[in-house]
């Protein structure tokens, strides 16, 4: 059973950086584009950030130009490096296949940006 978990998040101040990790107990990050989630209390989830098969990115347009999405197929990992942090970045981050699959919705990492 193939499983996402992510890790990284945490207390941050405003204009602060974090870097969010999801590992992969298989080959899916390798085969799939994958993206960054996030759900904020009291609202949808939604898309962040994807990585193609082939490196291309995009981003939401609240994150775009601070938050930076990568991967390493080696390492079965994909990482998000977010920087100049906002309170309204405050959220669960998830990662899960782009388009998501209700399979690999893992636990999601919180970060926190006070202001």
């Known amino acids: 059973q193939v499983q996402l978990v992510e890790s990284g998040g945490g207390l941050v101040q405003a204009g602060g950086s974090l870097r969010l990790s999801c590992v992969a107990s298989g080959s899916i990050i390798s085969s799939n584009a994958m993206a960054w989630y996030r759900q904020a209390p009291g609202r949808q989830r939604e898309l962040v950030a994807i990585t193609t098969r082939g490196g291309s990115t995009n981003y939401a347009d609240s994150v775009k130009g601070r938050f930076t999405i990568s991967r390493d197929n080696a390492k079965n990992t994909v990482y998000l490096q977010m920087s100049s942090l906002k309170p309204e970045d405050t959220a669960l981050y998830y990662c899960?296949?782009?388009?998501?699959?209700?399979?690999?919705w893992g636990q999601g990492t919180q970060v926190t940006v006070s202001s």
């Open positions: 899960n296949t782009y388009p998501a699959s209700s399979y690999y």
